[in-house]
């Protein structure tokens, strides 16, 4: 039989994850019961709302990709090297995940600012940021990066280290190693990384609106229909949304490493 104590412990677990859970679900669901099925057909023909998703989910992907290419290097120099200044790195990856996302597009800005010579480099070759899709990627793998480094690096650390010996010590250079041994090994934590890397990149907001109002990606056409017609015509919007994201983090928990519930 319980004792008073244990009971009131037990009580206050479940009311405050009904309550956590509570807090989470009813405004999404909410949202999803609001639009009326006419008003959500009408979104889902309207041309310019399926050209912000695509755009959204597009210029996510590509920031993925660019991720994938650059980030996995420094994600296995951070796994396998200790140095000098090795937390201050671990904090700069990190820091686009604390700072207030306008920030993230001002800074952005000023760098490429044609007063800048980053911007001066980048206009010789006719690249613009604000108010283009190279822009939009600019702020989304700026955003994103963090979450796909930090699960690169937890899953090269998670190989043990004498099978990559085993290799070198079998004659395969560095980089047959990593190729034949550490990626297909950690492929898992990488396409873990990618997927939140897409989510965190299509929510984005903040800098988006700063950099490339136009053309517009689904959270700023969202907002774009709130201020202009209010919560009848952005609640469609905000459906297909809060959708997309359900169904990245469903595979993000389907694609969870095997054993990981028992850690």
């Known amino acids: 039989m ?21 807090f989470i679900a009813l405004p999404m669901g909410s ?20 050209s912000s998703i695509w755009l959204s989910m597009s ?11 650059f980030g996995t290097p420094l994600a296995y120099l951070l796994a396998r090297n200790e140095f000098f200044g090795k937390k201050i790195v671990e904090s ?12 993230v597009g001002i800074a952005i800005l000023t760098l490429t600012s044609p007063h800048f010579w980053f911007g001066q480099v980048l206009q010789s070759m006719g690249i613009e940021i604000m108010g283009t899709r190279v822009g939009i990627v600019a702020v989304l793998l ?23 010996n085993v290799s070198r010590s079998l ?10 041994i550490t990626l297909p090994l950690c492929w898992r934590y990488m396409l873990v990384g990618v997927i939140m890397c897409m989510a965190r990149a299509i929510s984005e907001f903040g800098a988006i609106i700063i950099v490339a109002y136009n ?39 389907t694609l969870s490493l095997p054993g990981e519930k028992e850690r």
């Open 215 to 253: 053309p517009m990606v689904a959270p700023v056409l969202m907002y774009q229909r709130f201020t202009a017609y209010g919560l009848k015509y952005s609640q469609p919007v905000a459906f297909i949304l809060i959708l997309v994201s359900m169904i990245f983090f469903l595979l993000l928990r």
């Open 59 to 69: 210029t996510s992907a590509m920031a993925a990709g660019i991720a994938i290419i």
């Open 142 to 164: 700026f955003v994103g990066l963090p979450f796909y480094i930090n699960a690169a690096k937890s899953g090269i650390e998670s190989i043990p280290r004498r099978l990559e």
């Open 171 to 180: 004659g395969a250079g560095a980089a047959p190693t990593f190729f034949r």
């Open 31 to 50: 949202t999803m019961a609001a639009p009326t099925w006419d008003i959500l057909w009408e979104t889902l023909g309207d041309a310019k709302v399926l």
């Open 2 to 22: 319980r004792t008073l104590p244990g009971r009131f412990f037990q009580a206050w677990m479940i009311a405050s994850a009904a309550l956590v859970l509570l």
């Open 92 to 103: 700069l990856i990190d820091l686009p995940i604390m700072i207030p996302h306008p920030v």
